[in-house]
């Protein structure tokens, strides 16, 4: 079956560049989540998007960005880049026309920034 | 949401069952149970959810008391790729306008030994 696609899994960049996460949702999936989890902690949501609109915010910060296309894709602009954004980033998708109610989840991108 | 309380680590024998209790006192009548596991470092992945009745699937049951203020999620046959962090988590569910975010705690840490 077809499951969550991120990219890249892996990212390497400096303090104050701008980075762009890109997931891939299971067909037919209308809703993206973005979660983040930094080293040792639980995972945070950030932001999700339903039918490209954006439906729920959490602790994201300014410096983020978030937009679902007309393909369902999403990508996950951070700009300014710090130390403290090195983390797992994790997309999750889910069909909310049916009465499944959980969320898929992708394999994540490791952002390092030095 | 309702907050959650789980035991911060658990272990457990390979083959034997494996029984994760969370505490939620203060769970809604319109709140579900969700259970999500994390193996290190992977996406999160849903295991079971349920609102009054006891449930399972293919991979747990779910035990939820009369009073609804406490569940248990049962691992029958526990392998060593069980091994992973537990999140109960409690939310209202429903379309996407009522919020769908998961709000992960400190979940149970379960170690399966050989």
């Known amino acids: 079956a077809a499951g969550v696609i991120q990219s890249p899994r892996h990212l390497i960049k400096e303090k104050r560049e701008t980075a762009t996460l890109k997931c891939y949702p299971i067909p037919r999936h209308d809703t993206v989540y973005w979660y983040q989890q930094g080293p040792g902690q639980d995972p945070q949501f950030l932001i999700s998007?339903?039918?490209?609109?954006?439906?729920d915010k959490g602790s994201i910060p300014d410096r983020f960005s978030a937009q679902q296309f007309s393909d369902y894709h999403s990508e996950l602009n951070m700009s300014s880049l710090e130390l403290g954004d090195s983390a797992l980033y994790f997309c999750?998708?889910?069909?909310?026309?049916?009465?499944?109610?959980?969320?898929?989840f992708g394999p994540g991108t490791r952002l390092t920034v030095t | 949401d309702a907050k959650t309380t789980q035991p911060t680590s658990m272990d457990c024998a390979e083959g034997r069952a494996a029984n994760l209790p969370c505490n939620h006192s203060?769970?809604?009548?319109?709140?579900?149970v969700y259970w999500y596991r994390q193996i290190h470092s992977q996406g999160p992945q849903y295991i079971i959810h349920?609102?009054?009745n006891n449930e399972t699937n293919e991979m747990a049951s779910l035990i939820i008391t009369e009073d609804r203020k406490s569940s248990t999620l049962i691992l029958p046959h526990a392998t060593l790729r069980d091994t992973a962090v537990y999140y109960c988590?409690?939310?209202?569910?429903?379309?996407?306008?009522?919020?769908?975010?998961?709000?992960f705690g400190e979940g149970t840490q379960l170690t399966v030994n050989p």
């Open positions: 203060t769970i809604s009548g319109n709140e579900y």
């Open positions: 999750a998708s889910r069909d909310t026309g049916t009465s499944e109610y959980e969320q898929y």
């Open positions: 988590i409690v939310r209202v569910e429903g379309g996407e306008t009522s919020g769908s975010r998961l709000t």
């Open positions: 998007f339903y039918e490209k609109m954006q439906s």
């Open positions: 349920g609102l009054k």
